[in-house]
């Protein structure tokens, strides 16, 4: 997409940033009150790498984003941001778009957009025209001048976004990003976040979207309570989990998990039963639990399970978990 | 260990960027924490300037003042046009049909002409007069005296003051016949319409006029209203552009761009700078129409440079005492609705010394005083009003207040930036006092 695209780049290196780490979080502990929200937890991301950021509600994914980014310091372990401390050292460097977003609602946008990008380390003339360019680039060049709060829900997520990248960050830290979005708007995002992945930004994105994970992502790190419980490329995860998910056709088929010792989740479309096997269950036990049933087979297929069913699985404790891990 | 074993890095690709900056990243800055804090700091001055509260608020005392100037010469010049008292619509009319000798002096009445009844009532009909006197015959023994107007109409309050006016003078002319009547000395009977003059002197001599007692009251009143009053608008602006960030879910934002000091310690000084324009457009506006008030209502008011140097120290400490109470407030609160609450109560406590002002006009040295004084929250208002009032300096008042207030000032700016930084990001709920505690005790 033309949108929002990098600009044209000169030949010089950059040496700021030759091989260096993006993100390297090392052994942090964090801890609210009486619960440790974040448990040693390990991790990195490179430049050029969109890495996906998965947990259910609580696992600590925000905090550990504004770990990152400095809002809030860990109790232990270390975090490194290009190779330094985070803070003010990278903050020029990094886009951050949180999942609770907002605009000055009575401060024309160009101006808003202005004062992040200056934040960001551009001078104000050069904030001003790159907001007013980014602008235009997503539709909203009639609007420069309006307040945020005469916005259209859409217009006021695409001048969200433009305030993310409008410093053309290093690293980009996107938390839930499609949540709210409308289907167009959430195509705009993704092109944008690959786009900014392409142009050799370190992107990290959380998400529950498990769908927007396996097509965008090139790593996942999938945390629980803090824990990392999976960690590594998509492939690589889909290929630990690989013997965990048959797809069965044919007719009859008993769909309650009850009904056998290897299944723990069971669920059939339009005549293809899909079961998850329990842990340590193999597709061979499956088969022979089908064959002392009235079940009439015609298709027995061992399938590598999509990340959905993976989460759900690491997240119930999975032993294949741990090769990952 | 952070790439194991999950490590498995992605296929390399095209990048742009890392081996080359593009335009927008080779102009990008890592902005100083100096620049940080001008940016915020001028983004936040220019926007509060501009609202029209502030506007508004600001230009509000120099029109007020204009308006009394312009009130206050209307009168003067009215008053010296018509010249004649009370009775600038016209002759006042007395009939005298008493036995009493009554005579009219041009000094004591003027406007008043002795005359019998026709002629009174022609004048009054052909509107040469408005109204005009009876003494009836039974006076003085029956003390009834008639004013015959041409109309029952309703009066407008003009006329009501010409009447007052007009019946005080005929007070001191029937008074005057009564006391030459009983042949009473003319200099006893000036005494009885004029028992004393008096003089107001100090205890070394020198004059008290009238002005300086207004002034003693008015002074401290007026300048410590407009200081305190200044600290609360000034504080309250920082209390909602807090809230404001909190509610429209953007702070989360700035605060991945700016470390909380420079974003807090911007604020500050950006909306302190709105106090203070304000103040000095106040102060300005006091200077250039005090000494036209005093000429035009006879006052002697006057605000000495020291009173003015040590009234801008006191209002820079009071606006940083509150400011970081209120920015602890704005990040606390759930709503800007329970900031207000909350900041109301530190409203009171700033107040509190302009409630013991009878003490302050009674004993500067009382112990109100000088506790009111050495209260950090309190010690803004109570200065102010002892800078206008005490004849001398009170040095070492003034040095303990600011050393309390300098201490608080610091004290409360660290634990008002730990509370910002834990308590910014939670949104609609309350902190536990516990979490509050943690966080103004924390380490880091």
Not at chain 2, 133 to 142: A, E, R, V
Not at chain 2, 353 to 374: E, K, M, N, R
Request: some cysteine; overall charge neutral.
């Amino acid at each position: 997409m033309p949108a929002l695209a990098p600009d044209a780049v000169p030949a010089a290196p950059d040496p700021s940033s030759g091989g260096v780490p993006a993100v390297v979080v090392a052994g942090v502990w964090k801890r609210f009150g009486t619960s440790d929200v974040v448990q040693d937890l390990s991790f990195d991301v490179h430049p050029g790498e969109l890495l996906g950021f998965l947990g259910p509600n609580g696992a600590g994914k925000t905090t550990t984003m504004r770990m990152i980014l400095d809002i809030i310091r860990p109790d232990r372990g270390s975090i490194e941001v290009f190779g330094g401390r985070p803070g003010a050292e990278h903050q020029s460097r990094v886009g951050y778009l949180p999942e609770d977003r907002g605009l000055y609602r009575d401060v024309p946008v160009i101006d808003t957009l202005t004062y992040f990008g200056a934040l960001r380390g551009l001078s104000t003339s050069e904030a001003r025209a790159r907001a007013r360019q980014l602008l235009e680039e997503v539709g909203l060049g009639d609007a420069l001048k309006k307040k945020a709060a005469e916005l259209s829900r859409g217009m006021h997520q695409k001048a969200q976004l433009v305030a993310t990248i409008i410093n053309e960050p290093d690293l980009l830290i996107v938390d839930e990003p499609f949540q709210g979005l409308d289907p167009l708007n959430a195509e705009m995002l993704k092109g944008v976040l690959i786009a900014q992945r392409d142009r050799g930004a370190a992107v990290v994105m959380s998400t529950h979207d498990m769908g927007d994970a396996q097509t965008l992502c090139d790593r996942i790190l999938l945390i629980d309570q803090g824990r990392r419980l999976l960690y590594g490329t998509v492939a690589a995860v889909r290929a630990a989990f690989s013997d965990g998910a048959v797809e069965v056709v044919g007719r009859d088929i008993p769909t309650d998990p009850s009904a056998y010792q290897s299944v723990s989740h069971a669920s059939a479309f339009d005549g293809t039963v899909r079961f998850l096997l329990r842990d340590g269950a193999t597709p061979r036990e499956l088969f022979r639990e089908l064959a002392n049933t009235s079940a009439q087979v015609d298709r027995f297929a061992v399938e590598a399970p999509d990340l959905n069913e993976i989460f759900i699985r690491a997240v119930a404790g999975d032993v294949r978990a741990e090769a990952v891990r | 260990m952070t790439g194991q074993p999950g490590g498995g890095q992605p296929a390399p690709r095209d990048r742009n960027t890392v081996s080359g900056l593009s335009p927008t990243a080779r102009n990008r800055r890592r902005p100083t924490f100096l620049r940080l804090l001008t940016i915020v700091a001028r983004r936040d001055y220019l926007r509060a300037v501009r609202r029209r509260g502030f506007l508004f608020g600001t230009l509000l005392l120099p029109i007020g003042l204009g308006a009394l100037l312009t009130i206050s010469s209307y009168f003067s010049s009215s008053s010296l046009g018509g010249g004649s008292g009370p009775v600038s619509a016209g002759p006042t009319l007395v009939v005298n049909e008493s036995a009493l000798p009554v005579t009219v002096n041009p000094i004591i009445a003027p406007g008043f002409q002795l005359v019998d009844r026709n002629t009174a009532q022609s004048s009054l009909t052909a509107g040469k007069a408005k109204e005009f006197y009876l003494i009836p015959s039974p006076y003085p023994g029956d003390p009834e005296v008639e004013r015959i107007e041409a109309s029952a109409r309703n009066q407008a309050l003009e006329a009501v003051q010409r009447q007052q006016g007009q019946e005080q003078i005929l007070d001191v002319i029937l008074r005057n016949a009564l006391l030459a009547e009983e042949r009473i000395s003319p200099q006893i009977a000036e005494r009885v319409l004029d028992p004393a003059h008096v003089t107001a002197r100090t205890i070394d001599g020198q004059p008290v006029t009238p002005g300086s007692e207004i002034a003693s009251f008015l002074l401290p009143y007026a300048f410590t209203l407009l200081f305190v009053m200044s600290i609360f608008i000034t504080s309250g602006y920082l209390l909602q552009s807090v809230t404001e960030e909190k509610e429209n879910r953007v702070v989360e934002i700035v605060l991945s761009s700016v470390p909380a000091l420079p974003l807090m310690a911007g604020k500050i000084l950006g909306l302190g700078a709105v106090g203070l324009t304000q103040v000095v457009i106040w102060v300005a506006t006091a200077l250039v129409a005090l000494p036209v008030l005093n000429q035009r209502l006879s006052l002697d008011v006057h605000i000495s440079a020291l009173t003015l140097v040590l009234a801008m120290i006191y209002f820079a400490l009071g606006y940083l005492a509150y400011g970081a109470i209120f920015s602890a407030i704005g990040a606390l609160a759930p709503g800007s609705r329970e900031a207000q609450q909350y900041a109301g109560f530190f409203g009171f406590l700033a107040v509190v010394p302009l409630i013991f002002t009878g003490v302050f006009l009674t004993d500067l040295g009382s112990p109100i005083v000088w506790i009111l004084a050495l209260i950090p929250l309190s010690a803004p208002a109570t200065m102010l009003q002892v800078l206008t009032l005490a004849p001398d300096p009170p040095l070492l008042q003034i040095a303990l207040s600011l050393v309390s207030l300098g201490t608080f000032v610091v004290l409360a700016t660290v634990a008002s930036a730990r509370v910002f930084r834990a308590t910014l990001l939670l949104y609609g709920v309350r902190p536990s006092v516990g979490r509050i505690v943690g966080a103004v005790f924390a380490r880091s």
